[in-house]
DNA sequence: CATGAATGAGCATTCATTCAT
DNA sequence: TATGAATGAATGCTCATTCAT
């Protein structure tokens, strides 16, 4: 029912960004999101099963050009080390620039409707195993300890990479996220290397 | 004005738990807590300002003795090895122990009202001091890399930490999350501490 | 955002006046008037911004029409003791006419909310400059006394119209209140009059 | 069950008459005029039955007073004329001496609900009576002319002074009420005696 | 496809009143 | 008498969703 293309869904989707990461979810009204999308009311539902569902296409729609940009850098990369780098250098950077975005991934996206926990899994789930690829490539080339556990190591990845990127939300983007990038590598690279 | 101490206080802080990890915060609705902790809806008001009130309280409250709890624990250690060990294991464990806490804490609380977030701050400010002590220590002691950044260090430590819980969570809690306590406890070890 | 025209208007309004003429406006439920007025409860919010506009915005209606009415038929009297009389007959006959209408008016907006004072103010100022002018032109020509104050000798009029009217308001409209014009024109032409 | 005499009594009416006055019949919180009183909330049921019998008790017992004192200062005065002064005079002097009580008698007695209205009848039937006394007494004295409509004319000068002191309130208090009292008399008299 | 007026279920909060102490 | 903690009924208002045009 719900036609999920076409520059109106585009821009609802934009506009829902813009909204909702002003706003908050629960106080960004349909019709606000509407409004800002230049768009009537009803016109939303003829691209959205309901609100949640704007919530959901919308990280499926973002989180998944994310997943994607990381991806296609990462696979640029040569050496594993390089390919960590990438991967914490695109995660923090793509958030930093949008800075909308980052608060609506970081903070709106936490909420326990299991609706939308279900319809975010699937792109989530994507990421975590690219991350778990790179991994995993290290373990294999014998760049990182073969007695890694992966599940928790990619635990620790994302988990550093999202506490670092809310943290930033939280303080208002305050400062520069990128610069964090070397730090991080150099402490992930440490845990993660054997013991020479 | 709202009488912050006595029985009742408590016990609506309890159902408050059990509702919101039922419900999600924005679908509890105050009576139905009201109900759950066997009093009046107009009592809930002579207890808490409003149902923000009750979330924030709930946090610090519980949050609280968590912190309290995790200090402790580690005061007793010796070494820092284990300090950083039982700051991993109190964490997890505690968490482990009360699911409906955990559920709160790791999925209702990331909530963006800016008055939630300001009545949580505090709380969170004194357990990312704890970790910055642990971390600190360790330095000091040359046990831990003498260029380590503390606050990018304890986001990892952190992040590391709350992913694995709310991904547990997330999973409805149906695995051990003591278990990973050595893992995350080796792959920090690593990370942190000086190369040979 | 209030949009005040429309048919759904005048049906909210007239059925405020009947619904708060029969319960009180404290009394008055907006879900009854919405009832009442045959519209859904939230479409009240289309054309109100709450309930005391609707109180407001029902007086400025009926009364700004009660004083356009007395100021056309006042103009089309020639002599000031007609134009006197005229302003008699038209503001009991009008009142006496709608007797909802008197109700809300002689009881309800006898309310002190500052927002309620303010909102009425402007109407009645109209009307109170209407008595003035015609206490001037009769000083002015001679026919009232050229020592009468004018401000306490509309005060006088309209305090006689207003009690009469209220009085009549809270005995049920039981007797006829047009009855009563010649009598208070008699009284007030001969306080008003010079003496000879 | 209501003990309507005592100190404590006397306490609450004073403090509902600030109370009121400040907030308003309905906004007045029984608490609060509890507090005022520096009583407890329940001791107000030991002296009134609800609410309303505050508002009721408190007018009759203030405005008995009025009408007693306005009852005997015209009882002192000898000639018709003079006694019709002295009705506005106190009527006047009385309101404008205490601007709490007259705000509460002007603008929050005006309210319709059925059983103020009852309860407060009687004291004003009493304050009618007198002002009729005065009329009927000039009258008879061939002062007044004879063919004057008692109702009518009372409701006149209870509509003035009424309409007088009302807009007083309304204005905030802020002119000298009392210095109305020449102008209103010599309009009075003039209207009530005969012609020569 | 698009509109936006209309709908009506849903809910936090207040406050007069009670009653065990 | 006096207290004040507890009660729970009552209601204005919001906002996601629909549907006639």
Not at 32 to 58: M, R
Request: with cysteine; aromatic share 8%.
């Amino acid at each position: 029912m719900a036609k999920k293309t076409g520059e109106k869904y585009q821009a609802i989707i934009d506009a829902a960004v813009r909204v909702i990461a002003r706003q908050g979810y629960y106080s960004a009204q349909v019709s606000k999101i509407a409004k800002e999308a230049k768009v009537a009311d009803g016109t939303i539902y003829l691209y959205f099963e309901n609100k949640d569902d704007i919530l959901i296409s919308l990280f499926n729609e973002k989180m998944g050009q994310f997943v994607e940009t990381n991806r296609k850098r990462i696979s640029e990369a040569t050496t594993i080390e390089q390919k960590l780098y990438v991967l914490i250098h695109a995660h923090l950077s793509q958030l930093s620039m949008d800075q909308d975005l980052a608060k609506v991934t970081q903070i709106e996206l936490r909420q326990s409707s299991p609706i939308i926990s279900e319809g975010i899994g699937n792109v989530m789930k994507q990421y975590f195993h690219l991350i778990d690829e790179v991994i995993v490539e290290g373990m294999e080339q014998g760049v990182f300890r073969s007695d890694l556990e992966v599940r928790i190591t990619r635990k620790m990845i994302f988990g550093t990479l999202d506490e670092v990127t809310t943290s930033w939300v939280m303080k208002q983007c305050k400062y520069d996220l990128v610069s964090y990038v070397d730090s991080i590598h150099n402490l992930f690279l440490l845990g993660m290397k054997g013991k020479e």
